[in-house]
């Protein structure tokens, strides 16, 4: 368990070798996380206290009694209201787990799709108990038989709220800027590019490609070639890679470097989530 020596906010990290899957219980008062995104969907609720996050451009209040769900790749952050602050549960689903387990489920799901929520917050009372159930035989162990069979309850309870949206090269309510730039930060990620660089490669000035970016993706161009980097950092640790190792690879200037942004988007050190997530000694 991690937990920050001036608070007692507290976070309990563990991974399913078998299924893949990431479950995380915390605790936090006052602020949590800054804005970032994931690489994979969260499925959640809050045990205690009401936890907050901007996300899709509204604030969102999470109570007892309601599922959260975020897609790969939607920015929020992350505070508590009361002073008692807000303990919540997590899965971290991997998009290829999601589609092999919807398609099980749906063996007629058009190969071009992927799913999507409708709505962030999800109150549903059997889902609320499919989620803490799912959660409980992950993240404590249960017998394999009991968490396959925990984990399709969830998955069949999820479509219920699950609607399915079309894969699509490019999405045309973004603007073409904004997606050109986009494009460029992925294939350059781990490379010391500048505003100029992408404005030359956009081919519009750093001010309005600022704009137009924050605007379509709600980081400017910085924040998301950070939040790439961790991501990258993040999947290279879970298969053991040291956090040196990962921040060269994944564009950090240093081991310091990458623990700074990682201990702001995850309330955690790159040490502990890879003692947690690869079985290694931890190295901190």
């Known amino acids: 368990m991690d937990t920050a020596p001036s608070s007692r906010n507290w976070i309990d990290l563990r991974h399913d ?137 969830l998955f069949d309870r999820l479509t219920t709220h699950l609607h399915w949206r079309k894969r699509i090269a490019q999405d045309p309510r973004l603007p073409v800027v904004a997606h050109r730039a986009r494009e460029f930060l992925h294939d350059h990620a781990a490379e010391d590019i500048g505003l100029d660089d992408l404005a030359r490669a956009t081919g519009v000035d750093r001010y309005r490609l600022t704009r137009a970016f924050k605007a379509a993706f709600g980081l400017a161009p910085h924040a998301y070639l950070v939040q790439l980097r961790l991501a990258h950092a993040r999947r290279l640790m879970a298969v053991g890679a040291t956090p040196a190792d990962a921040a060269a690879v994944s564009g950090f200037a240093d081991q310091s470097h990458l623990g700074r942004w990682f201990r702001r988007a995850y309330g955690m050190t790159p040490a502990h989530y890879r003692q947690r997530c690869s079985n290694v000694p931890d190295l901190r």
């Open 17 to 153: 070798a078998a299924s893949g899957i990431e479950t995380l219980r915390a605790h936090f008062e006052g602020h949590a996380y800054d804005p970032h995104w994931h690489d994979y969907y969260m499925v959640g609720y809050t045990e205690q206290g009401i936890q907050q996050f901007h996300c899709r451009k509204s604030l969102v209040s999470s109570t007892p009694g309601q599922v959260f769900m975020l897609e790969p790749g939607e920015v929020h952050d992350g505070h508590a209201v009361a002073p008692d602050g807000f303990t919540y549960s997590i899965l971290c689903l991997d998009p290829r787990m999601m589609d092999t387990r919807l398609r099980a489920l749906f063996p007629e799901m058009p190969e071009r799709f992927q799913p999507s929520v409708t709505h962030t917050l999800m109150p549903d009372a059997a889902l609320v108990t499919a989620v803490t159930d799912a959660f409980r035989a992950t993240h404590d162990p249960e017998l394999r038989m009991v968490r396959e069979a925990a984990l399709d309850t």
